[in-house]
């Protein structure tokens, strides 16, 4: 059965390593691989980066997750484009991967912090992103919340934030309500109390794939308990420094403290 690629959880090798991920792709020839999922918050190298978009344009089907959060550009991601410039990029991203249907918008992670004592979330961001959505017939959009990880607190300490109590159901609620007047299908990224979803879903993948090839629908191996996803090939890894400098990160964030940030 062919692979399916994804690229990556781990890092964003689109952002940060598009001509390390061409060559990675040269690994594994298209008549070998189903699908080739990509994870980005800054895609603009999926359009201007013409030795990377050739490459991904070999293989059947390309499925992006579009990571946008109402963040960019702030102090939690300094080093991300802000929303309405990535909002921009969703016609030539439907064109690139051939269909809406082949594009998830992540709007994740959902923060609920105090800077400086005073209260701060990126829900209010959410209707504006959704409605984009809808604009463009992108149907499915993908949330989960913060992670206390404790590499987290270093980063938040010297910057005077802290974590504050919030209602997760009532912001779940929030959420769906947005999703539902606007015939969006909301995943949620392993929250418990929430249905279970898929980021890597091989019945998905299969049934857009455009000649109709089936891949595995074998659960993915390594992955947290309350994760859906299916078997896939990560090909990044860790180490490899993520370009966006996301204080709440879990893997290898770049520091950008000098960045320009609100």
Known sequence: MKLVLSASRRTDLVAGYPNQLVEILKKYPPEQVHSVVLWTKKAGNLIHHRALRE?????????????????????????????AESLSLLPALIQLTGSPERISIRFD??????????????????PEIAQAAQRHSIRRITT??????????????????????????SQADQILH????????????????????????????????????????????GQRPL????????????????????????????????HNRD
């Open 55 to 83: 490459s991904l344009l070999q293989y059947d089907q390309l499925f992006l997750h579009f990571s946008i959060t109402g963040m960019g550009g702030t102090l939690f991601e300094p080093g991300i484009p802000r929303t």
């Open 109 to 126: 992670p959902i923060v609920n912090v105090k800077v400086k004592g005073k209260r701060y979330t990126n829900l209010e961001a959410f």
């Open 144 to 169: 989960s919340w913060m992670s206390s990880y404790k590499k987290l607190f270093p980063r938040l300490g010297p910057r005077d934030i802290e974590l504050m109590e919030f209602d997760w159901r």
């Open 178 to 221: 947005e999703c539902s007047k606007r015939s969006l299908q909301l995943n949620a990224c392993c929250v418990e109390g929430l249905a279970v979803s898929r980021c890597i879903d091989g019945p998905l993948l299969s049934a857009l794939h455009p000649r109709g090839e089936k891949c595995s629908l074998a659960k993915a191996s």
């Open 227 to 258: 994760c859906g996803c299916t078997a896939s090939k990560d090909i990044g890894w860790y180490s490899m420094v993520c370009p966006g400098g996301c204080l709440y990160c879990y893997a290898n964030p770049a520091d950008l403290t000098t």
